[in-house]
């Protein structure tokens, strides 16, 4: 081993390795920061055959193991603050989201049990009892901080799982699937996220128990299908074990009519996890809280603080609302969360978690909240909506451009429009001109399909973009289209 001690400690030797080390490191995201290219444009291809793995015996130390972070990461990363880079629901961070990283990282707290994150388990436990006052769930402190939407939606429709089976005398932890399973369905809109396929999957009852309700013309649950739905299952002898309903969809930021959809689950008896993944940061919003109405009304939701919270990845929440169905996926771990514990009120989260060692994200928010405060946050929030809608209206001057639906939250779904009636060849041109913006390192847009049609998509998260910025990348769209349409 080399004389210098690796490991972060309280030593002189290692304070000054981690200070040196953190400095370098920050210097260099200074230097990236100000770098004016949103990307520079390299192709999969050379970044193979650019990056390679330098594993040594001897090691080459932090400050080459940097520089080489530098050279290889860094610079070929993708700016996305950059007002360009607008392809996904993938936020530019807050400056105190970095700062808390640096908390996380170096205390490198695991929020499985008490004794591995006094503190932290005590603040994550009142910021999930926030979240929920946010949501209008009854007081408690039921639910968990997870990697992201992907994992607070397995949680909801685990636990609704188990609980229908729960309902109908058996333990799925216990027992495992049973009975007709080709029967067992859960409800979402044709938008819904893959994650609800790939969790059904994952949780054994495939992607064939996933029937999606159509949508209107705005991307949203439409309530008439899913009324018809409902009655040709219980025609057909399906069970339906939960009706995911979406608060922002993925492209389109559509919010389905969750009051309704609630009445209607209530009706026959359905659990109904809220995806609000993205449209959860409307939570914070002054002037446009009320589009989650009914969100109050679901069994369990998705948050995700890494969309339009602005937090790094990863962030997000999963809440449940009645706590007693976290005794579904009760597991006592002599080590970890003891009955002896329990009995004595210690606090071990890995009893609401899927996760087991699980970073203290919970912190981003809560330092977040403190930094910005309500107001603050509800503007950079806010600002991404509104945007949004002044881009649509000035896309609808453009004659070469064509709005392919009006703004819900903070995206804008338009195509380029040539004089052609080949619809073939027009999605083909706007799959074109997303690559060729990206590959040219000047701009990153979505490109996605809406109703069949092959569209292109702006998602404005970020407060520091404005209509400016948006109109000098609708004219590198124009300009792409054109060199492409010579071509
Ligand atoms: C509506 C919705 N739900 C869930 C997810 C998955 O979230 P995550 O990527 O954090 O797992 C996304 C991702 O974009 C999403 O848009």
């Known amino acids: 081993m080399s004389d210098v001690n690796p490991i972060l400690s309280g030593s002189a030797q290692s304070i000054a390795a981690y200070q040196d080390a953190i400095e370098q490191s920050t210097q260099a995201v ?28 001897q090691g080459l130390g932090n400050q080459a193991a940097i520089e080489r972070a530098v050279e290889y990461f860094l610079k070929d990363s993708l700016l996305v603050h950059h007002a360009q880079c607008v392809a996904h629901l993938h936020c530019p961070s807050l400056v105190i989201s970095q700062a808390a990283e640096v908390l996380i990282n170096a205390t490198n707290q695991s929020m499985d049990s008490w004794d591995q994150s006094p503190s932290a388990t005590i603040i994550e436990i009142k910021l999930i009892e926030w979240l929920r006052e946010q949501v209008g769930f009854p007081a408690g402190d039921a639910g968990v901080f997870t990697s992201g939407g992907t994992q607070s939606n397995l949680m909801g429709l685990m636990l609704a799982r188990d609980a229908f089976f729960a309902r109908q005398g058996h333990s799925i932890q216990q027992d495992g699937l ?4 080709s029967k067992i369905k859960v409800f979402c809109s044709e938008s819904a996220h893959f994650s609800v396929q790939k969790n059904m999957a994952l949780m054994g009852l495939g992607y064939r128990s996933v029937t999606q309700v159509k949508t209107d013309a705005f991307s949203r649950m439409d309530l008439a299908d899913l009324k018809d739905k409902l009655a040709q299952a219980r025609a057909d002898g399906e069970q339906v074990m939960a009706i995911v309903a979406t608060a922002g969809t993925t492209d389109a930021g559509a919010i389905d009519p969750l009051a309704d959809i ?11 996890h809220v995806d609000a993944a993205w449209g959860g940061a409307l939570l914070l919003s002054e ?3 009320h589009f989650l109405n009914g969100l109050e009304l679901a069994d369990s939701v998705t948050l995700d603080f890494h969309k339009q919270f602005f937090q790094t ?10 706590a007693r169905h976290y005794e579904l996926m009760r597991y006592q771990a002599a080590y970890l969360n003891s009955d002896f514990d329990e009995e004595h009120g210690v606090p071990n989260l890995v009893s609401k978690s899927l996760q087991t060692t699980r970073r203290f994200d919970a912190l981003k928010l809560w330092m977040g909240l403190e930094a910005l405060g309500k107001k603050q946050y509800a503007e950079i929030i806010d600002n991404g909506v509104t945007l949004a809608r002044d881009v649509a209206e000035f896309v609808k001057t453009q004659p070469h451009l064509e709005l392919v639906m009006e703004p819900q939250l903070a995206s804008v779904l338009f195509r380029f429009r040539p004089h052609s009636d080949d619809l073939a060849f027009v999605a083909l041109l706007n799959q074109r001109i997303g690559d060729v913006l990206l590959a040219s390192g000047s701009a990153n847009v979505g490109v996605t399909e809406a109703d069949g049609i092959t569209c292109l998509k702006l ?29």
């Not at 444009?41 to 330098?54: D, S």
Request: glycine share 4%.
């Open 30 to 57: 200074v230097e990236w920061l100000k770098q004016p290219e949103m990307y520079q444009g390299k192709t999969v291809e050379q970044l193979r055959e650019r990056i390679n793995l330098n594993f040594t015996s």
């Open 287 to 289: 002037k446009y809280r």
């Open 178 to 181: 049973t009975g007709d399973l």
């Open 262 to 272: 609630a009445a209607l689950a209530a009706e026959h008896q359905i659990w109904m």
């Open 459 to 487: 998602t404005l998260l970020n407060p520091t973009v404005n209509l400016a910025d948006v109109k000098i990348l609708l004219a590198s769209v124009k300009e792409t289209a054109e060199q492409l349409l010579k071509a």
């Open 313 to 322: 990845i990863s962030c997000g929440a999963f809440l449940l609302k009645d």
